[in-house]
């Protein structure tokens, strides 16, 4: 790893002797926001995250969810990454989060990096818009442009965290409505869903699933569904093990695909949260969008990555608003 930091080290000095002040407009995001400010950026970004998922597969899921948790708690600013400090209580420790979210140290090692190469340049909440495009990309699915020139937030929200991120056992009634509290629309919630084609679920997080008799007769009456489930039961029993994992996607839990609509039209997402995209649409249109995506991997692809794009924007900072940290996981002093 000092071999890499010293590499990237060295190829951003030597493109950027002199900091350039950006001509950037102040309130916007733009495309090649560190062109002239920190060129490497987002190679520096890219080539870490690498690093990351070759060392740990998982990582790839981590490091994309740690954008959405971000993003949906007062907006794209990176509170999510700042640690316990004098009047802010973390989101980390909201129950969503709390012994959940990852990647915390890959973000550490980037920002470490990047501040010794351009010191206050790039933010910590464009940094997570980064290595979610790059972490999807790494794992077979799409790339995409980042709008980039977002500021850092200066405290966190422990209540907003425990409100506005969806809950595993969500129906789709209030899915629906947490994303269009985000802006966010249907489409948007389909498409986003799909990150559940990446990573693992603790036993916590979908155990109401497997064991509510009342979930069982509504939406398996027939037990069309009892191999999956006697699965699931294999590894997260009634009570205890709440942090056994099983994989969002068991047909290609490493591959970023559109597998995971395939497995919520046979009744075999992992989460409750993931079937009722299925069993609670009454009128049809979400499973129409399910079905598309189902049976065209591109028009997902394409969906998905206009949708992150979408759900990066939300409540950004710019401008003279927020800060850009020295440290990902404190507020500057």
């Known amino acids: 790893m000092e071999i890499t930091r010293a590499f990237c080290i060295f190829l951003v000095l030597v493109l950027n002797a002199v900091k350039i002040t950006s001509s950037i407009e102040d309130g916007l995001l733009y495309l090649d926001y560190y062109k002239e400010t920190c060129p490497l950026a987002e190679e520096i970004v890219s080539r870490n995250v690498e690093i990351a998922v070759r060392k740990d597969p998982r990582m790839a899921a981590s490091l994309l969810r740690l954008h959405f948790h971000d993003c949906f708690v007062m907006g794209c600013d990176a509170s999510v990454l700042l640690d316990n400090y004098g009047d802010i209580?973390?989101?980390?420790?909201a129950g969503?989060?709390?012994?959940?979210?990852?990647?915390?140290?890959?973000i550490d090692e980037i920002k470490y990096i990047l501040e010794e190469a351009c010191p206050l340049t790039v933010s910590c909440a464009d940094i997570l818009a980064m290595v979610a495009r790059d972490a999807v990309?790494?794992?077979?699915?799409?790339?995409?442009?980042?709008?980039?020139?977002?500021?850092?937030?200066?405290?966190?929200?422990?209540?907003?965290?425990?409100?506005?991120?969806?809950?595993?056992?969500?129906?789709?009634?209030?899915?629906?409505?947490?994303?269009?509290?985000?802006?966010?629309?249907?489409?948007?919630?389909?498409?986003?869903?799909g990150s559940h084609t990446?990573?693992?679920?603790?036993?916590?997080?979908?155990?109401?699933?497997?064991?509510?008799?009342?979930?069982?007769?509504?939406?398996?009456?027939?037990?069309?569904?009892?191999?999956?489930?006697?699965?699931?039961?294999?590894?997260?029993?009634?009570s205890g093990r709440d942090d056994e994992i099983a994989p969002l996607d068991f047909i290609t839990p490493a591959k970023f695909d559109n597998q995971y609509y395939i497995n919520i039209l046979g009744g075999n997402g992992l989460l409750g949260?993931?079937?009722?995209?299925?069993?609670?649409?009454?009128?049809?249109?979400?499973?129409?969008l399910v079905w598309a995506f189902a049976s065209n991997q591109e028009l997902f692809f394409s969906s998905f990555a206009k949708s992150v794009v979408k759900m990066g924007n939300i409540n950004v900072l710019t401008g003279i608003d927020g800060e850009i940290r020295k440290n990902c996981r404190f507020v500057n002093a």
């Not at 209580?89 to 420790?93: G, N, T």
């Not at 007769?217 to 489930?229: G, I, L, S």
């Open 89 to 93: 209580i973390s989101e980390k420790q």
């Open 96 to 106: 969503p989060n709390l012994n959940s979210l990852r990647g915390f140290k890959v």
């Open 137 to 193: 990309a790494l794992r077979g699915g799409p790339s995409w442009k980042v709008w980039l020139g977002r500021k850092d937030s200066l405290k966190a929200s422990f209540d907003g965290a425990n409100q506005f991120i969806p809950a595993p056992n969500s129906s789709l009634e209030t899915l629906i409505a947490n994303f269009n509290q985000q802006g966010l629309d249907v489409e948007d919630l389909v498409a986003l869903s």
């Open 198 to 238: 990446l990573g693992k679920a603790r036993c916590l997080s979908f155990r109401q699933r497997v064991y509510d008799i009342n979930m069982e007769e509504k939406y398996d009456k027939y037990q069309r569904y009892r191999t999956f489930r006697r699965v699931l039961r294999s590894i997260c029993p009634e």
């Open 273 to 288: 949260s993931d079937n009722v995209l299925v069993n609670e649409d009454h009128e049809g249109e979400i499973k129409k």
